[in-house]
């Protein structure tokens, strides 16, 4: 697969040395295409940093026309500096590779039935990349919104004769349909680069040795990882630590997808080259930790703590201002209220002011009396669970409206039983959870754990994970 940062590193290995810029293109489409690549029509970096680089190209122009309009129709932008090579190569050799099958039968009916609604870059027609408009025209006024690489996948939202509209990543847009490939076409042009990858939904997630909790745990995983499935069986998934260890993740906590390359917006492209024109500044191609003016990164932090420091400014000097406008408001109610010839308003006032503070102290009072009567037992993560085999494997039952007896003894009750460690939380204790009381009557958690149980499986999944302060009640 071609990879836009891939293609950006080598076009600055080739312009960047030790001493500054190194040589430019010899020929006219080739400066284009340089100007293009490393973000020139961006606004990215300004070119006059580059000696000469605009003489050169003048001189370039006046020896041979471009036809500009021709490459605008194409919507692909081709490196001209290697493409008399590639053609002589292409003309030597018609040998067609051979097809490597990588997936089964069933595999790959599985993925022809994703790519009936997307679509792939075709690698053959597009060199560098298909630019994605805002409008189906290719007309200079259109804005592009983003690029899909070659090998990139999109979902088709609506399929015209010449233009589909798509969504790739976080772009949204138009793009050409001569430059894709559709359908079944597609599933077999990904064949070889189809894999099957579970994300991570939640902070930390334990992979254990086996599909269930009694297994050990071999590692723990954060948010946003991507681990290759192996299998998907009962409720469990397996992965790839590594090339020679597998493990087990639950299925609740990941979504498991199709892992393919998608759209980059310009604001992604332009962050990244950025990026890469910082390191082409360190003369000493080291370290990018070498750098005197920053990386990226490092600026990026620096306006953020900017904008920051100026926000909470503002914030503070709107609230120097609120509490001069309430001060003001106070002196003027007070010296209206001290000239006011109504004695019997200001009575009022002075009963309803003592009823106030009579029924505040009420309150406070009752506060205090109820949180005598709570005692805190810390903050648990909370999750639910039913009485299925996926839930509680051997000890489930797949029964509708079975009853559900729980290791206590006590019948479970949906929305009020709970799970818990018994050697932390003894069974039979009532719990006050977000205002709402449950009582102990299962097991199988963990410490600072508690298990609601549920009706349905499809109420336990909604019911989520989230963490919570537990009082005994």
């Not at 050169?56 to 605008?72: N, R, Y």
């Not at 690698?123 to 560098?128: P, R, S, T």
């Not at 020679?244 to 299925?251: H, I, L, N, R």
């Not at 309803?352 to 406070?364: D, G, I, L, M, N």
């Amino acid at each position: 697969m071609f990879l836009k940062s891939k293609y950006i590193a080598g076009l600055l290995t080739t312009v960047t040395v030790a001493s500054g810029f190194g040589y430019l293109p010899n020929s006219e489409s080739g400066m284009d295409t340089w100007k293009q690549n490393l973000g020139y029509e961006l606004n990215v970096f300004h070119p006059e940093t580059i000696t000469g680089f605009d003489q050169k190209l003048e001189s370039l122009k006046s020896d041979k026309e471009v036809d500009s309009k021709t490459e605008k129709e194409e919507e692909i932008l081709t490196v001209s500096s290697g493409q008399a090579k590639q053609t002589n190569e292409t003309k030597e050799s018609d040998v067609t590779k051979e097809k490597v099958q990588k997936l089964s039968e069933e595999e790959m009916s599985k993925l022809k039935s994703y790519f009936k609604t997307r679509a792939v870059v075709d690698e053959d027609k597009v060199e560098g990349y298909l630019n994605i408009r805002s409008e189906a025209s290719s007309e200079d006024t259109v804005e592009i919104l983003g690029k899909l690489y070659p090998g990139a996948v999109a979902k088709i939202l609506e399929e015209g004769k010449d233009w589909s509209r798509i969504e790739s990543g976080d772009v949204i847009g138009w793009v050409k349909n001569s430059f894709l490939i559709f359908g079944d076409e597609a599933a077999e042009a990904v064949e070889e680069d189809a894999t099957y990858k579970a994300e991570v939904q939640i902070e930390t997630l334990n992979v254990r040795s086996g599909a269930g909790t009694d297994y050990d745990v071999m590692a723990i995983v954060e948010q946003g990882d991507k681990l290759e499935v192996v299998e998907e069986e009962d409720g469990w998934v397996q992965v790839k630590l590594n090339e020679d260890e597998t493990g087990y993740v639950s299925e609740k906590y990941v979504n498991v997808d199709y892992d393919f390359p998608t759209a980059v917006s310009l604001e992604e492209e332009q962050a990244e080259y950025e990026a890469a024109w910082n390191m082409t500044e360190d003369t000493n191609w080291e370290s990018q930790t070498d750098l005197e003016s920053g990386n990226a990164s490092d600026i990026a932090e620096e306006t953020a703590s900017q904008q920051a420091a100026a926000e909470e400014a503002a914030r503070q000097q709107a609230a120097a201002e609120e509490a001069a406008r309430q001060q003001a408001a106070a002196e003027e109610a007070a010296r209206q209220q001290a000239a006011a010839e109504e004695a019997a308003r200001q009575q009022a006032a002075a009963e309803e002011a003592a009823r106030q503070q009579a029924a505040a102290e009420a309150a406070a009072s009752q506060a205090a009396a109820e949180a005598a009567k709570k005692k805190y037992l810390g903050s648990f993560r909370i999750t639910y669970y039913c009485p299925c085999t996926k839930c509680c494997g051997s000890w489930g039952t797949d029964t509708p409206g079975a009853t559900v007896v729980g290791s206590s003894g006590q019948q479970l009750i949906a929305g009020y039983s709970v799970a818990v460690n018994p050697a932390q939380i003894p069974y039979g204790t009532k719990l006050l959870i977000n205002g709402k009381t449950y009582i102990a009557a299962d097991s199988g958690v963990g410490s600072n754990c508690i298990d609601i149980f549920s009706a349905s499986h499809a109420d336990a999944l909604q019911g989520g994970m989230y963490y919570a302060d537990v009082y005994i009640q």
